[in-house]
């Protein structure tokens, strides 16, 4: 199993914003004027977008092991924007023996199109024992 | 009536309890949220291993970080970290509740913080998802 996962590219447009947050007034996802009003550039990104890209990482990765089974832990370090290109990233730091398989660490990120990270954490799943 | 406060860091209280209410996950739910996250694997909307369709993992997560609104009006805030565990497929279909205690809240560089652990549950009792999250809160 390779030790560096397969990157997944989002491209992260205002109209996915909305679906994913609601359009609210008072949302600094979905309000730009609200949300210039905070400090913020442009409407944000909900992080737990994030949480779903590495969900879906982890998945391709490890399958129903992580659908069922699967942990993550994430830090939101920066601010995603509507109009941003995120890049997830991920690398197994560790594999260890648990009750029915394998559970695999992978240590997780997101990156936007500046280089910068966005999102740092862990996320695991179990790899079944064949015949488990 | 039920009176919605505004929530204020010095008035929250650790281990204070929220509740959701019950959402009905259908398949509509999981086609919106696969475009939303650009994620359209063939489990969503096909078989998957678990027999039939399931949804994405982290589908009711936003369930579990509005419940701090079940009790008050929440002007702003930012999400710092979250964490998962998936106990169980979440099927179109299953009718989930969230519910969640204040664990601590903190002060760091002038902000403030709020931490929530939570749980989000099957009708049946079944817990498909536990975990926690940090959010800090706007002041003004």
Same mark, same amino acid.
């Given at each position: 199993?390779?030790?560096?996962?397969?990157?997944?590219?989002?491209?992260?447009?205002?109209?996915?914003?909305?679906?994913?947050?609601?359009?609210?007034?008072?949302?600094?996802?979905?309000?730009?004027?609200?949300?210039?009003?905070?400090?913020?550039?442009?409407?944000?990104?909900?992080?737990?977008?994030? %949480?779903?890209? &590495?969900? /879906?990482?982890?998945?391709?990765?490890?399958?129903?092991?992580?659908?069922?089974? #699967? +942990?993550? !832990?994430?830090?939101?370090?920066?601010?995603?924007?509507?109009?941003?290109?995120?890049?997830?990233?991920?690398?197994?730091?560790?594999?260890?023996?648990?009750?029915?398989? %394998?559970?695999? &660490?992978? /240590?997780?990120?997101?990156?936007?199109?500046?280089?910068?990270?966005?999102?740092? #954490? +862990?996320? !695991?799943?179990?790899?079944?024992?064949?015949?488990? | 009536?039920?009176?919605?406060?505004?929530?204020?860091?010095?008035?929250?209280?650790?281990?204070?309890?929220?509740?959701?209410?019950?959402?009905?996950?259908?398949?509509?739910?999981?086609?919106?949220?696969?475009?939303?996250?650009?994620?359209?694997?063939?489990?969503?909307?096909?078989?998957?291993?678990?027999?039939?369709?399931?949804?994405?993992?982290?589908?009711?997560?936003?369930?579990?970080?509005?419940?701090?609104?079940?009790?008050?009006?929440?002007?702003?805030?930012?999400?710092?970290?979250?964490?998962?565990?998936?106990?169980?497929?979440?099927?179109?279909?299953?009718?989930?509740?969230?519910?969640?205690?204040?664990?601590?809240?903190?002060?760091?560089?002038?902000?403030?913080?709020?931490?929530?652990?939570?749980?989000?549950?099957?009708?049946?009792?079944?817990?498909?998802?536990?975990?926690?999250?940090?959010?800090?809160?706007?002041?003004?």
């Amino acid at each position: 199993m390779a030790d560096t996962l397969p990157t997944l590219t989002k491209e992260i447009s205002q109209r996915k914003i909305d679906v994913y947050s609601g359009v609210k007034p008072h949302s600094i996802h979905t309000d730009e004027a609200w949300a210039r009003k905070k400090g913020f550039k442009a409407p944000l990104a909900q992080a737990m977008m994030s %949480t779903a890209y &590495v969900s /879906e990482l982890m998945t391709r990765f490890l399958g129903a092991g992580f659908v069922k089974g #699967g +942990t993550m !832990s994430m830090v939101f370090i920066k601010p995603v924007y509507a109009g941003d290109r995120l890049t997830v990233h991920g690398v197994v730091k560790e594999r260890r023996a648990e009750a029915g398989g %394998t559970r695999v &660490v992978v /240590e997780v990120w997101c990156e936007n199109q500046d280089g910068e990270k966005t999102a740092v #954490g +862990t996320a !695991s799943g179990l790899l079944e024992r064949a015949g488990g | 009536m039920e009176r919605f406060p505004e929530l204020k860091y010095e008035a929250l209280q650790v281990g204070e309890t929220f509740v959701s209410d019950t959402k009905l996950v259908t398949p509509e739910d999981v086609e919106a949220y696969a475009f939303a996250v650009d994620d359209q694997h063939p489990w969503f909307s096909e078989d998957s291993p678990f027999g039939g369709p399931i949804a994405h993992p982290t589908i009711l997560a936003n369930q579990a970080l509005a419940l701090r609104h079940s009790k008050y009006i929440v002007r702003a805030g930012l999400h710092a970290k979250m964490e998962f565990e998936f106990l169980e497929p979440i099927r179109p279909g299953v009718r989930a509740r969230s519910r969640g205690t204040v664990i601590d809240k903190y002060e760091r560089r002038g902000k403030p913080y709020m931490v929530t652990e939570y749980v989000t549950e099957a009708e049946d009792g079944t817990v498909l998802v536990r975990g926690r999250f940090t959010q800090m809160l706007f002041r003004d």
